[in-house]
C-alpha cells in the first residue's frame, strides 16, 4: 500500500499530538519468559498496575494511574475485548502472550477514538504481523508447578495473498490460590488449574497499491478452575471465545487515509460446581464424601458487535482532519448471578481538528468531539484537547485534557438476581474530566543516553455506578448513580537508559491520591505508589543475554466483606524476578529461555476476597496468594 493502514498508525499518531504511549515489544515479552498478557504488562509497563488473583490465565485488578480496573479499555488488533457483564471482570484470562507482536499503552482518557471504558486509558495488543517471505517460530516449555507450555507462528506471502497463522497451548495444575489457614474443611480443591488453547488466522490481500483487505479470525478453548475456600470439590469455567474482524484499508496518499472495519466477538462460558455434602448455596458440610452437583454448564457470556469508519484528509495547508462513526451492539446474559438477556445499541459520530508544523513550527495540537447515544440510558458529549511542544531536539512538553466515559455493563443496567442485586436500565454513564501534562526529553552522549518524563495526571469521577441503594421489600441492593466524585491525582517519573552497548535499564515511579467524596482513605484495589526497575544485559553477537524487573507495590485497602464492614489492608511488598537466554547457534536461530518469577519466594498477597465459615456459616476474608518461587524453561526455534 501507499501508506500505512490508518487504524495502525493511529496511536503513534496520537503520540504526536499530546498522549503518551508505550509500547511492549515482543523480544521483551519473550526475553522476561512471560507466558501470558498480564504477567508481561505487569513488569513491563510503566505505571500499570496488574495482580493476577492466582497465578497465570486469571483475573486481574488493574490500575493505571490511579484507575480502577473498569476504568481501562483492552483491544486486540483494534477490537474492543472488555467483558461487557462486568466492569470488573478483565478479559486477560485467556490471552497468551506468544501470539503479540506487540503492545500499545495508551496513557490517559482515551474515549476520543476508542469510546467506553478508555477512561483512564486503552491498551490494544497487536498480534502477528504480515511479511512478504517466510518466517516463524516455535516454542515448546515447562515450569515448576507442572506448567507445559507450546507455541508456534507462520507467516508467508503466496500470489499477493498475506497470511498469518498461530497457535498457543498452556495448561497446569495451578497455584495453591489461598493460605491453608483460609481453606474450610470443606474446600478440598487446593489448587487452581489452568488449560488454554488459542488458534488465530490472519489473512490479508491487496486489491491494488491504496485498497487492502485483511481479516482476524482467533479462537480460545480454556478450562480454568475458579478458586473457593469453602464447599467446593471442583469448580471451573469452560471458555469458548471467538474474536472475528475484517478491514477494507483505503490509503492512496499521505493527506487521505479510511478504513472500514466490522468485529464481532463471542464470549461464552459454562460454569460447573461440585461441592462437599452441600446443596447450593448451604455452608453446612453433609456427610463424608458426599458430592452435589451445584452448577452445570450455567452460562454466563456475551456477543460484543461493531463497525468502525475513520477518515483522515487535508483541506488546507496547517490543519489534518479526522471524522469517523462507531456502531457498537452487545447482548449478554448470566444464569449463575441472574443477569437478563437484554441488547444495547450505541451509536457514536467523532471527528477531530489538527494543526501540523506548517501552521506552528514544533508544534502539534489537536481538538475533538465525541456524541455518544446509547439505547438505554443516557446520551453523552465528551470532548478532548491535546498537544505537545519541542521546545529543542532534546526537551519537550505535552498535554492531554477533555473528558471520558463508562457506559453501564449489563449487570448494572438489567441484573435481576432475588437473591443479591438488582440493575436500572435508566444509570447515566460515568463521566470523568482529566489532564496529563507532563515535560520530558532526551540526552545522548554516544554509546550512553537517557529518555526521561514527569508526569502529573488528574480525573474527577461523576456519577459513579455503584450497588449502594438498598430495597427492604426484596431484600436487593440496587445500582445507582452515586452523589459526589471520585477525585484521583498523581505524578508518575519514568526513565530509560541505555548505560552502554550492552547494557540497559528502566525506571518508574508513580505516586497517586484516588478519592470518593466524603471518605479519607484510597479507592479500593488501587496502589498509592508503585515502583518498577529493569535491567538487561544484551552484548552484541555474544551466544547469552540476561536481565531483571523488580516491582516494589505500596499499600492498598479493599472492603471484601462489604461497605460498611471494615477495611482490609494489604499489598507493600517487593517481586524480584530474573531472566537468561543462551543462543545455540550463531544465527540465534535456536535459544533456550529462563526465567525464575518471585525470587526470594516471598509470600504476599495478590487480592481479598470472602468465604463462609463451615460451622458458623458466617463470613470472613480470604486472602489470594500471588504466585510462589517458580522456575521456567523455555524452547524455541526460529526460521525466516
Not at 101 to 109: A, M, R, T
Not at 466 to 475: E, I, K, R, V
Request: proline fraction near 5%.
Amino acid at each position: 500500500m501507499t501508506g500505512q493502514s490508518l487504524e495502525d498508525d493511529l496511536p503513534q499518531q496520537l503520540s504526536q499530538y499530546g498522549t503518551r504511549v508505550t509500547t511492549v515489544t515482543a523480544p521483551q515479552i519473550q526475553n522476561g519468559g512471560y507466558i501470558d498478557v498480564a504477567s508481561a504488562l505487569e513488569n513491563l509497563t510503566p505505571g500499570l498496575y496488574i495482580s493476577s488473583n492466582n497465578g497465570p490465565f486469571d483475573y486481574v485488578q488493574i490500575s493505571l494511574q490511579g484507575s480502577r480496573t473498569e476504568d481501562v479499555l483492552w483491544l486486540v488488533d483494534g477490537v474492543r475485548i472488555n467483558n461487557r457483564l462486568y466492569g470488573g471482570t478483565t478479559p486477560l484470562d485467556t490471552i497468551p502472550a506468544s501470539m503479540i507482536d506487540h503492545i500499545e499503552v495508551l496513557d490517559g482518557g482515551e474515549a476520543l477514538f476508542y469510546g467506553t471504558q478508555a477512561m483512564a486509558g486503552a491498551i490494544n495488543i497487536v498480534t502477528k504481523p504480515f511479511t512478504n517471505h517466510p518466517d516463524g517460530a516455535f516454542s515448546m516449555g515447562l515450569d515448576s508447578n507442572d506448567g507445559k507450555h507450546l507455541d508456534g507462528y507462520f507467516s508467508d506471502e503466496l500470489h499477493h495473498n498475506d497470511f498469518v497463522l498461530y497457535a498457543t497451548h498452556d495448561e497446569s495444575p495451578g497455584i495453591q490460590p489461598f493460605p491453608t489457614a483460609d481453606f474450610q474443611p470443606s474446600g478440598t480443591e487446593r489448587h487452581r488449574p489452568y488449560d488454554v488453547t488459542t488458534l488465530g488466522l490472519k489473512y490479508g490481500y491487496n486489491f491494488a497499491d491504496d485498497l487492502a483487505l485483511s481479516a482476524l479470525l482467533q479462537h480460545t478453548n480454556a478450562t480454568l478452575g475458579f478458586a473457593e475456600p469453602m464447599l467446593t470439590a471442583l469448580a471451573y469455567n469452560e471458555r469458548d471465545e471467538t474474536l472475528a474482524s475484517s478491514r477494507l484499508d483505503y490509503v492512496p496518499s499521505d493527506e487521505f487515509k479510511l478504513y472500514l472495519k466490522d468485529y464481532y466477538h463471542w464470549w461464552y462460558s459454562y460454569y460447573t460446581e461440585y461441592d462437599n455434602g452441600s446443596t447450593p448455596f448451604v455452608y453446612t458440610p453433609g456427610a463424608p464424601g458426599e458430592i452435589t452437583v451445584a452448577n452445570s454448564d450455567d452460562f454466563w457470556g456475551y456477543k460484543d458487535y461493531g463497525v468502525n469508519l475513520l477518515t483522515q484528509f487535508d483541506l488546507n495547508r496547517g490543519f489534518e482532519y479526522l471524522a469517523g462513526y462507531d456502531f457498537q451492539g452487545y447482548t449478554g446474559r448470566d444464569a449463575v448471578l441472574v443477569i437478563q438477556q437484554e441488547t444495547e445499541h450505541v451509536n457514536a459520530f467523532f471527528g477531530q481538528i489538527r494543526t501540523t508544523p506548517d501552521l506552528i513550527p514544533d508544534a502539534h495540537l489537536a481538538a475533538g468531539l465525541r456524541y455518544n447515544v446509547p439505547s438505554f440510558g443516557q446520551s453523552d458529549l465528551v470532548w478532548n484537547g491535546s498537544g505537545q511542544y519541542d521546545l529543542s531536539n532534546a526537551l519537550y512538553v505535552r498535554t492531554t485534557f477533555g473528558t471520558a466515559f463508562r457506559l453501564p455493563t449489563d449487570e448494572e443496567l438489567f441484573a435481576n438476581d432475588p437473591d443479591d442485586e438488582r440493575g436500572d436500565p435508566n444509570l447515566k454513564p460515568e463521566t470523568s474530566t482529566n489532564a496529563n501534562v507532563s515535560v520530558g526529553g532526551n540526552v545522548d552522549a554516544g554509546d550512553s543516553a537517557v529518555k526521561w518524563e514527569a508526569i502529573g495526571f488528574y480525573r474527577v469521577i461523576k456519577n459513579l455506578i455503584d450497588c449502594a441503594g438498598f430495597d427492604a421489600a426484596t431484600d436487593q441492593c440496587l445500582f445507582e448513580n452515586v452523589p459526589g466524585d471520585v477525585r484521583v491525582m498523581g505524578q508518575e517519573l519514568t526513565l530509560e537508559a541505555r548505560i552502554t552497548a550492552a547494557l540497559s535499564a528502566t525506571f518508574d515511579a508513580t505516586h497517586n491520591h484516588s478519592r470518593e467524596s466524603g471518605f479519607d482513605y484510597q479507592f479500593d484495589q488501587v496502589p498509592v505508589t508503585q515502583v518498577k526497575a529493569g535491567l538487561d544485559y544484551h552484548p552484541p553477537g555474544e551466544w547469552y543475554g540476561a536481565g531483571l524487573t523488580v516491582v516494589q507495590v505500596g499499600d492498598l485497602d479493599d472492603e471484601p466483606l462489604g461497605v460498611g464492614n471494615g477495611r482490609f489492608g494489604y499489598g507493600n511488598h517487593t517481586d524480584l524476578d530474573l531472566n537468561g537466554r543462551i543462543f545455540l547457534d550463531e544465527p540465534h536461530r535456536q535459544r533456550i529461555d529462563l526465567h525464575v518469577e518471585n525470587v526470594f519466594n516471598h509470600v504476599y498477597y495478590s487480592a481479598l476476597g470472602t468465604g463462609v465459615n463451615d460451622t458458623t456459616g458466617l463470613p470472613y476474608v480470604v486472602h489470594d496468594l500471588a504466585t510462589p518461587r517458580t522456575f521456567q524453561v523455555n524452547y524455541t526455534y526460529a526460521f525466516e
